[in-house]
């Protein structure tokens, strides 16, 4: 007996769940704990490297065993045909049509839920879960006011397509509020505490880096501005190493400024990078103190206007 496992996150073109992935790593481990040979076969997209359904010979398998997901449609219904010889079996599948040929072409159905028939809890509820970082990305959309110093554009495609292949959960928070949009807080202490649940800021906004130190998070903050601006300077008031400039993106080529990325995001999960933001967190209270001060002795001073 060899079995391979499949699902939709095993279709090159498909839209691929964390349920169905979940599901699909549940039956692996069950399969294994049984002793049962098998495959797992995933989409080069998501997983590059990886056996596909076109590696997956037909003739070296005696089982298809699909997982999670609509038991349904066209790509289902291929895989009946080039997966003929073999016994096929669903599992934790959604039933719509009974009659469907994508359902008919099973040996075995066992579904999560079908018509007129109690449902079950789904499987990624069991499986287990390999906890990773939390990243918080706060990025700019440009500021006209830099002119031809601007290279937001390329500093945040560069900064997305890293932490795409960094091993984390992404968070993208934006710092614009909005008391009807679902999609933005609609308070600073709502942006606040939402970026207190990351373990890492990936920022290239000021506030992004404020708000993070100021609650003891991490941050990795890059300047979009040519030359730095106002995110160097932050940097810089709050004597913080993890600040970047657009140069060392573009001038170092992606090897060198994804090396750099990958050392500083080692530096900011480490003991070094959380005990140093924790310093500065004790150390926010007194942010702008001296302005503040200075701003108060001017009113007090100042000839009210006639």
């Not at 994508?102 to 079950?120: E, I, Q, Y």
């Amino acid at each position: 007996m060899r079995v391979l496992i499949t699902g939709w996150p095993s279709f090159l073109h498909s839209e691929f769940s964390a349920g169905d992935v979940a599901a699909m790593r549940r039956v692996a481990d069950a399969l294994g704990t049984s002793g049962i040979p098998h495959e797992l076969a995933w989409s080069p997209v998501l997983v590059p490297g990886s056996l596909t359904l076109d590696d997956a010979d037909p003739g070296e398998f005696t089982d298809l065993v699909f997982v999670s997901g609509p038991a349904h449609g066209r790509q289902v219904e291929e895989l009946h045909q080039r997966y003929a010889r073999c016994r096929r079996t669903a599992i934790g599948v959604t039933v719509i049509d009974e009659q469907a040929p994508a359902v008919r072409g099973f040996h075995h159905v066992l579904a999560r839920d079908r018509p007129r028939v109690p449902a079950t809890r789904d499987l990624a509820a069991g499986g287990s879960i390999s906890p990773t970082p939390v990243a918080a990305i706060v990025v700019s959309h440009g500021r006209r006011e830099y002119g031809p110093l601007r290279r937001h554009d390329g500093v945040h495609r560069y900064l997305l397509n890293w932490i795409g292949r960094t091993d984390c959960a992404p968070m993208v928070v934006d710092l614009r509020l909005d008391r009807v949009n679902a999609r933005l807080c609609s308070t600073a202490d709502q942006f606040a505490t939402l970026l207190g649940r990351a373990d890492v800021v990936v920022t290239s906004r000021l506030h992004g880096l404020v708000f993070a130190l100021a609650q003891g998070i991490p941050a990795i903050a890059v300047d979009p501005v040519g030359g730095g601006g106002k995110v160097s300077a932050q940097g810089a008031a709050w004597q913080w190493p993890a600040v970047l400039s657009s140069e060392e993106l573009y001038d170092g080529g992606d090897g060198q400024a994804g090396a750099l990325l990958d050392r500083w995001w080692q530096w900011c999960l480490g003991p070094e990078g959380r005990e140093m933001a924790a310093d500065r967190a004790d150390q926010a209270a007194d942010a702008g103190s001296s302005q503040l001060l200075d701003l108060v002795e001017r009113l007090r001073s100042a000839t009210p206007a006639e």
